[in-house]
């Protein structure tokens, strides 16, 4: 005799039943006297999963949406070139260029805000000479965008 299946959402990650937001099917008096009582799961009605899948769907459009602007950004910014005077004597510069403020000079110039962490230097340093130097701007996981950075050293 096979007990009663009901459909249940996890509200967290279960060992040997499921990851959180899942919506499974369970056996009724687990889901009854076990997961739903210590918060674990809840019941879902038709309305919730109306509402589930709305916002999944919402989810998708807007995940493709960003995805379109980071191609235009991409397209904006690819093979763009920064220049930068700093101080220093010969080839090497006084100080260093970083990625704070190359993101600076790009909001200013592009109107285009990067973090930190997704400015990434040539072999992962601060740029200490003069030249030409080729930045990789993370727009997003999928969508990079190549810019030259050109020091030079006045007195």
């Avoid at 990434?120 to 601060?126: A, F, R």
Wanted: aromatic share 8%.
């Amino acid at each position: 005799m096979a007990a009663n299946k009901i459909t249940v959402e996890l509200l967290q990650d279960i060992a040997h039943i499921g990851r959180k937001w899942a919506i499974i099917e369970i056996s009724a008096p687990q889901a009854r006297n076990s997961l739903i009582p210590k918060w674990m799961a809840r019941e879902i009605t038709p309305d919730r999963l109306a509402k589930i899948e709305v916002d999944k769907k919402r989810a998708q459009d807007q995940a493709r949406q960003r995805l379109e602007q980071a191609f235009e950004i991409q397209k904006l910014l690819d093979w763009q070139e920064l220049e930068f005077s700093l101080r220093g004597k010969w080839t090497k510069v006084f100080g260093w260029l970083d990625e704070h403020t190359i993101g600076t000079r790009i909001l200013e110039k592009f109107e285009i805000k990067f973090e930190k962490k997704d400015i990434k230097l040539p072999n992962t340093t601060h740029i200490k000479t003069a030249g030409r130097h080729m930045v990789y701007l993370h727009i997003t996981r999928d969508t990079l965008a190549k810019v030259f950075i050109e020091v030079k050293i006045v007195d």
